[in-house]
């Protein structure tokens, strides 16, 4: 695609501004496979997807403008999701790892390194009192990357997050 005037929001200071770009190629392929199978009494499933993602500036900001025909600032060329889960009645499990690749930031000499982050998932539905009621947990950045998506704003390191539903 080629787009005209590109809006894009940008740090500045504490706030986000919009910018536009007059004209911007973007060009890409997403795949994506997902695997299911049974085994025994539990249900198994994989799923793997695949960005590969070229945004660039076409038509620069201002005449000498560095960063025209350069990748957009935080968008990555290649990203990656995987999962493997398992289900057995009311207990599932899932491991997910998520791939960011190099990123620029507003100064396209200066890199954002890429990360890969690691994230555990445990559900268990029950009923209580006749009413539905689901436990689960999660723990994410199980590896305690340290990475940012945007220059100097930096990500939650290892947190997790526990949740107890009942529907009534």
Do not use: C
């Amino acid at each position: 695609s080629r787009l005209k005037n590109w809006i894009r929001w940008l740090p500045a200071g504490q706030v986000w501004r919009p910018q536009n770009i007059p004209l911007v190629s973007s060009k890409g392929v997403e795949a994506g496979v997902t695997y299911n199978r049974r085994a025994g009494r539990w249900d198994l499933k994989g799923t793997l997807y695949y960005s590969y993602t070229n945004v660039k500036m076409v038509q620069p900001l201002w005449r000498e403008d560095p960063s025209a025909g350069k990748q957009l600032a935080y968008q990555p060329l290649h990203s990656w999701r995987a999962s493997a889960g398992a289900e057995s009645g009311p207990v599932s499990f899932s491991v997910n790892l998520s791939y960011t690749g190099e990123r620029t930031t507003l100064d396209i000499f200066d890199k954002l390194p890429d990360y890969l982050l690691a994230d555990a998932s445990i559900t268990y539905k029950t009923a209580l009192r006749g009413r539905e009621m689901t436990l689960s947990g999660v723990v994410k950045n199980i590896t305690n990357t340290r990475y940012q998506n945007v220059k100097f704003y930096a990500m939650a390191p290892l947190n997790y997050m526990v949740n107890v539903v009942f529907s009534f």
